[in-house]
């Protein structure tokens, strides 16, 4: 028998969530089992937690997009038992049984060794917005972004996504401008490396086809009219990566940064990216993140305390990164 954070549907349509404790034998299939070590809280858990948005795909559901874990059990030639691996994003806490459990058992091409150098609570302080973000600052340098080429801007940067993404950018040596709805944060951010911290409001008017051009390079996390607002306001040949959407789905603008200044928008895509991208991914993590801020921006609570904490993130009273202890 197993711990886990159940989600299931009622006879009326809604939800409810439970700490249940479950068999083995109700693991869905795949060929790697774990015993899971720590798991977190991100923006798509909160929503299955909660019921707030439709990231739950198939019922019931063991939501969490991330983890890592020991291998128990493997039918892969890619890990044996003993081994530490990671789990995030391909569906797990969607269409698959996440990592808000004690135990998981997910397909062996999910998941990727624990790098040399990083710890398993480190691994998962990082988690999926700390992969997101180093995909980011990897298309960002992909594009030709340098330090010397200009400022950079983090939206959301108080988030888990933000946070990190203003630590990797510092490290690296660029100048970072941090945007936030929460300027009280400001020594906050600042500790992480940031130059700048703008408010918020000030990307979200309805922007004009074109702004001054402040900015070579961004990570936004927001989406929505904040996204649109960020691309009119690039320097020609800036670039601009997308990977989130907590302000909208809707993209109010126009081509003109495009074929007036030459910005390129990329999209990052951190569930369905490749094995051997996931890799590199990780292994750059372990080489760049500075664990002593890492700590200062994660807190861990216990899996029984998943279902309300999901509820402060998705209310704004968290920031920086929630690690879930699983006993």
């Known amino acids: 028998m197993f711990d886990a954070m159940y989600v299931e549907k009622t006879a009326t349509g809604g939800q409810q ?5 479950l068999a083995d034998e109700a693991l869905p299939p795949g060929e790697v089992t774990l015993r899971v070590r720590w798991s977190t809280l991100n923006y798509k858990d909160a929503l299955a937690l909660t019921g707030r948005g439709p990231v739950v795909r198939a019922w019931p559901m063991v939501p969490g997009v991330d983890c890592v874990g020991v291998v128990e059990a493997s039918d892969s030639p890619l890990f044996q038992p003993g081994q530490e691996v990671i789990l995030n994003g391909c569906g797990a806490g969607e269409l698959h049984w996440g990592g808000l459990a004690q135990r998981a058992r997910v397909p062996a091409d999910w998941l990727v060794p624990l790098p040399e150098g990083l710890s398993a609570y480190h691994a ?3 988690g999926t917005a700390g992969f997101t973000a180093m995909l980011c ?3 960002l340098e992909r594009e030709g972004l340098r330090p010397s080429s200009g400022p950079v801007l983090v939206t959301g940067a108080t988030g888990g996504v933000g946070s990190i993404a203003v630590m990797l950018l510092a490290r690296l040596g660029y100048e970072v401008v941090a945007v936030t709805g929460r300027l009280e944060e400001q020594a906050y951010l600042t500790a992480l490396g940031a130059h700048e911290v703008l408010s918020r409001a000030h990307f979200e008017a309805p922007p004009r086809p074109l702004e001054k051009a402040r900015w070579a390079g961004a990570v936004d996390v927001a989406g929505g009219a904040v996204l649109a607002a960020v691309c009119a306001s690039m320097k ?3 670039v601009v990566t997308a990977c989130g959407l907590a302000g909208g789905m809707d993209f109010p603008t126009t081509v003109a940064p495009f074929i007036l200044r030459g910005v390129t928008l990329v999209g990052i895509d951190s569930v369905m990216c490749p094995r051997a ?3 590199v991914a990780w292994a750059r993590l372990a ?3 500075d664990t002593e ?3 200062a921006v994660s807190r861990t609570v216990p899996l029984s305390a998943a279902a309300e904490t999901a509820a402060d993130l998705l209310d704004g009273r968290t920031k920086g990164r929630i690690v879930v202890d699983i006993p």
């Open 277 to 279: 991208q996931r890799v």
């Open 124 to 126: 998962m302080a990082l």
């Open 236 to 238: 020609p040949q800036g």
């Open 17 to 21: 969530v439970s700490l249940r404790q």
């Open 287 to 289: 080489e760049l993140i």
């Open 293 to 295: 801020k890492l700590q």
């Open 137 to 139: 600052v990897q298309a």
